[in-house]
């Protein structure tokens, strides 16, 4: 089976509401990036959470390690937030720091 | 700050034609990474290199060659491209801890 799943795959918020993302990983890891991709676009590193919680902005990450676990949280959501938002699994070993990624959430955000 | 420059940002190739790709990072990582988006189907990863001239294979590295030239540089060659292929190519660098992408080549072979 997949090893990060997740949810929800697709969703559309009025502008101003709040979303939160999850994302659930079915091994052990080191820790977790959260990124963001317009169609067409580049990946754009929005978290590198290992643990606990990072807030930027409007974005808040919160990842619980011991429970295979993260959220994003976006809150006052904007037209301009959306886009594709994926979560990867960060795997360090001797070879590297090894990212395995999730399926996405895409996010509509409409006046 | 840095830049990951990836060349060229649009490639055109014919069926079975090898093609190759090439990726610049100037943070000065240890990892760099060469990953494949599908529309639909998410990023898989088809090598990285932890350090210069090292090698690693991904999910998916049959029909793909690498080479880690230099530390700065990482280049993917697409041994025989597939007639009606479309997808994206990102590269991408890491100290090892946070991971940064590059812009993309987008491929299309007719």
Redo the contacts between chains.
């Keep these: 089976g997949q090893q990060v799943q997740q949810s929800p795959t697709s969703l559309v918020l009025q502008e101003g509401e709040n979303a939160e993302l999850q994302c659930n990983f079915s091994t052990s890891l080191n820790?977790m990036?959260w990124?963001y991709q317009r169609p067409g676009?580049?990946?754009?590193?929005v978290f590198?959470n290992p643990s606990g919680t990072k807030q930027s902005g409007r974005l808040t990450s919160t990842t619980v390690i011991k429970e295979r676990r993260s959220s994003l949280h976006i809150s006052s959501s904007q037209i301009t937030d959306s886009g594709t938002y994926?979560c990867?699994m960060?795997m360090?070993n001797n070879?590297?720091?090894?990212?395995?990624?999730?399926?996405?959430t895409r996010l509509t955000v409409r006046p | 700050g840095g830049i990951i420059t990836q060349t060229p940002k649009f490639l055109i190739g014919q069926e079975g034609q090898k093609l190759t790709l090439k990726c610049q990072q100037n943070f000065n990582h240890?990892?760099m990474?060469w990953y494949r988006q599908d529309s639909g189907k998410?990023?898989r990863?088809i090598y990285?290199s932890?350090t210069e001239n090292d090698l690693?294979k991904g999910d998916l590295s049959e029909g793909y060659d690498a080479s880690r030239e230099k530390k700065s540089s990482f280049s993917l060659t697409v041994t025989s491209a597939q007639k009606n292929e479309m997808a994206v190519f990102?590269c991408?660098s890491?100290p090892?801890?946070?991971?940064?992408?590059?812009?993309?080549t987008r491929l299309t072979v007719v």
């Design positions: 820790s990036q990124f676009g580049s990946l754009i590193s590198y994926l990867a960060v360090n070879a590297g720091a090894k990212l395995t990624f999730g399926g996405g | 240890d990892t990474y998410g990023l990863l990285y932890i690693q990102l991408a890491s090892n801890t946070e991971v940064f992408f590059g812009k993309g």
